[in-house]
C-alpha cells in the first residue's frame, strides 16, 4: 500500500511562528497536494507539484509556501503563522490519472 | 455555481437499509469520479473509481448520469461500519488536480 507520512498530528504554535509540515511518500508519485480542511468548507488546495521543484498555487496560497527538493517529500510552510490558518492540514500524492492518498493529517492550532 | 454540490445532510439510515445520494458537477469535461469515505476527525480515502456509466463494488453502486451531470452512491444493506461522510470528487484537470466536494453525512443507527 501507497503510504503518506506526514510528520506530527497535532501541532500548537503561536501566532507569528514560522511553520514547517512535513509530509513523505513511498511511491514514487509525481503528484503531491497540500489541503486544508475546516468545517463546511471542505477540502481546498494550497499547494501543488507535479515534480521535483515544481509547484503550483492552488485556491487558497496566500500565508503559504511550498518546497519540493526531492521526489518523495512535500513540505507546506506557513511564513508567519495566524490564528485564521488554525485547520487541519492534509497532503496527498497520487499518479496523474489515479485517485489520491492522503496522509493521516495534520491538526494545527494557533494561538 | 459551485464546482461540486452534495447535500451535507445528514442522511440517518436504519441498520440493514438502502440509502442514494447524488452530487452535482458544473464541468462536463469532466471524465472520471472517485467517491472517498471519510471517518469522523480521519483523513479521506478512496472508496470507489467511475471511469465510465458506473462502477460496483460489493453493497456500494456508483452511477454517473453524464446528461444531467451528477453521480450518485448507492448504499445497500447499510452497516454501523458505514456511517462516515462522503466526498465526491469529479476529476477535471488532465493533470490529476481533485476538486472536492464538501462532502454527504451518512449516519447508520441500530
Known amino acids: 500500500d501507497v503510504k503518506v507520512t506526514q510528520s506530527s498530528r497535532y501541532l500548537v504554535k503561536r501566532t507569528g511562528e514560522k511553520v514547517f509540515l512535513e509530509c513523505v511518500q513511498d511511491?514514487?508519485?509525481?503528484?503531491m497536494f497540500w489541503y486544508r480542511q475546516d468545517p463546511g468548507l471542505g477540502l481546498r488546495l494550497i499547494y501543488f507539484s507535479y515534480d521535483v521543484k515544481m509547484k503550483e498555487k492552488g485556491d487558497i496560497p496566500e500565508g503559504y509556501s511550498v518546497s519540493r527538493e526531492k521526489k518523495e517529500r512535500f513540505s507546506l510552510i506557513l511564513e508567519s503563522a495566524s490564528t485564521n490558518q488554525t485547520s487541519m492540514y492534509l497532503c496527498?500524492?497520487?499518479?496523474?490519472?489515479?485517485?489520491?492518498?492522503f496522509g493521516s493529517g495534520t491538526r494545527l492550532t494557533v494561538v | 455555481r459551485k464546482e461540486v454540490e452534495q447535500d451535507p445532510g445528514p442522511f440517518n439510515v436504519p441498520e440493514g437499509a438502502t440509502v442514494a445520494f447524488n452530487c452535482t458537477y458544473s464541468?462536463?469535461?469532466?471524465?472520471?469520479f472517485f467517491w472517498y469515505r471519510q471517518d469522523c476527525r480521519k483523513e479521506p480515502k478512496l472508496l470507489m473509481s467511475?471511469?465510465?456509466s458506473g462502477n460496483e463494488d460489493g453493497r456500494f453502486t456508483a452511477q454517473l448520469n453524464r446528461a444531467s451531470q451528477y453521480i450518485s452512491l448507492l448504499i445497500r444493506d447499510s452497516k454501523l461500519s458505514d456511517s462516515a461522510t462522503y466526498l465526491c470528487?469529479?476529476?477535471?484537470?488532465?493533470?490529476?488536480?481533485?476538486?472536492f466536494g464538501a462532502g454527504t453525512q451518512v449516519v447508520v443507527t441500530p
Open positions: 496527498a500524492s497520487s499518479w496523474t490519472e489515479t485517485g489520491y492518498t
Open positions: 511511491m514514487d508519485h509525481e503528484n
Open positions: 467511475v471511469y465510465s
Open positions: 470528487v469529479p476529476a477535471t484537470d488532465s493533470w490529476g488536480k481533485l476538486q
Open positions: 464541468n462536463s469535461a469532466s471524465q472520471s
